[in-house]
T-cell receptor, first 114, second 113 residues
Framework: DGGITQSPKYLFRKEGQNVTLSCEQN?????MYWYRQDPGQGLRLIYY???????QKGDIAEGYSVSREKKESFPLTVTSAQKNPTAFYLC?????????????FGPGTRLTVL | QQPVQSPQAVILREGEDAVINCSSS?????VHWYRQKHGEAPVFLMI?????EQKGHEKISASFNEKKQQSSLYLTASQLSYSGTYFC??????????????FGQGTILTVHP
């Protein structure tokens, strides 16, 4: 079955540590996105990539980094510079980059900083 | 700029109708609608395009207001499965922002038996 996978589902991190969240898709989608969701909040865009080896900052990129070495993979690193990293992280992908196409979301990773 | 959704929350009984609004400071050319169950990923519902065409869910409809600065999502004869948080997303067109969606803060819909 085609889809988006994120791992792990739950992640615990100590303050000061970097952590990498995985996102893989086998939908052959060009564009991929990372969102952060806080309780009772909407989805805020962290980074997005329209093509391999290229990515753009979203609205809240500070303290995060990404790479896009393969079409299928778009890992997100939460660095120690991120002041308040505890949140629900969602990865999404979309066919091409046209606004008429829907985004497909992965199941999410819930990150908790201890 | 983030779209503003209203109401923030709505409670219904099965079979009742609901309307969720998504407002923008600029004219809208398309609006995406998603529903998220608690702790799960958002699921695509539909896209409303500038000509009024809709792509997506058969039992849910949407429209623009006259100035196209607001979109309304219509949920008719609601079912228990309609419960969740509804998000609208508007695209940023042009330049490097092409294809990026900005989401509203969400509307919590609760349907009771």
């Amino acid at each position: 079955d085609g889809g988006i996978t994120q791992s792990p589902k739950y992640l615990f991190r100590k303050e000061g540590q970097n952590v990498t969240l995985s996102c893989e898709q086998n939908l052959n989608h060009d564009a991929m996105y990372w969102y952060r969701q806080d309780p009772g909040q909407g989805l805020r865009l962290i980074y997005y990539s329209q093509i391999v080896n290229d990515f753009q900052k979203g609205d809240i990129a500070e303290g995060y980094s990404v790479s896009r070495e393969k079409k299928e993979s778009f890992p997100l690193t939460v660095t120690s510079a991120q002041k308040n990293p505890t949140a629900f992280y969602l990865c999404a992908s979309r066919v091409g980059d046209r606004v008429v196409n829907e985004q497909f979301f992965g199941p999410g990773t819930r990150l908790t900083v201890l | 700029q983030q779209p503003v959704q209203s109401p923030q929350a709505v409670i219904l009984r099965e079979g009742e109708d609901a309307v969720i609004n998504c407002s923008s400071s600029k004219a809208l050319y398309s609006v995406h609608w998603y529903r998220q169950k608690h702790g799960e990923a958002p699921v695509f519902l539909m896209i409303l395009l500038k000509g009024g065409e809709q792509k997506g869910h058969e039992k849910i409809s949407a429209s623009f207001n006259e100035k196209k600065q607001q979109s309304s999502l219509y949920l008719t004869a609601s079912q228990l499965s309609y419960s969740g948080t509804y998000f609208c997303g508007i695209p940023n067109a042009g330049g490097t922002s092409y294809g990026k969606l900005t989401f509203g803060q969400g509307t919590i819909l609760t349907v009771h038996p």
